[in-house]
């Protein structure tokens, strides 16, 4: 059985920065392409970042600059430095991977609470 599991959410101040850790556990042959979501209260789930099998990243506009993503096959884990953080980076963070053979799986989330 496949699971995802986030950490590193937590309550910072405006212009802090935070790391999502996701790891991926169970039996897994390869994963494709890693992400990164986020859903705010009231809005719908949106993308933050990818990561390709090779490390290339693709960022929505949002995150560029601020954010940074990354992984490791080695141990099936990503994570996204998040830097600069603001009030409108609020949010349930979801990691999501693409798993060869098995499909996509998502993480339960991980709260980021950017507040003064």
């Known amino acids: 059985q496949v699971q995802l599991m986030e950490s590193g959410g937590g309550l910072v101040q405006p212009g802090e920065s935070l790391t999502l850790s996701c790891t991926v556990s169970g039996s897994v042959f390869k994963i494709n392409v890693m992400g990164w979501y986020r859903q705010a209260p009231g809005k719908q789930r949106e993308l933050v970042a990818t990561?390709?099998?090779?490390?290339?990243?693709n960022y929505v506009d949002f995150a560029k600059g601020r954010f940074t993503i990354s992984r490791d096959n080695a141990k099936n884990t990503i994570d996204l430095q998040m830097n600069s953080l603001q009030p409108e980076d609020t949010a349930v963070y979801y990691c999501?991977?693409?798993?060869?053979?098995?499909?996509?799986?998502w993480g339960q989330g991980t709260q980021v609470t950017v507040s003064s």
């Open positions: 999501n991977a693409d798993i060869m053979y098995r499909g996509d799986y």
């Open positions: 990561i390709d099998t090779v490390g290339r990243p």
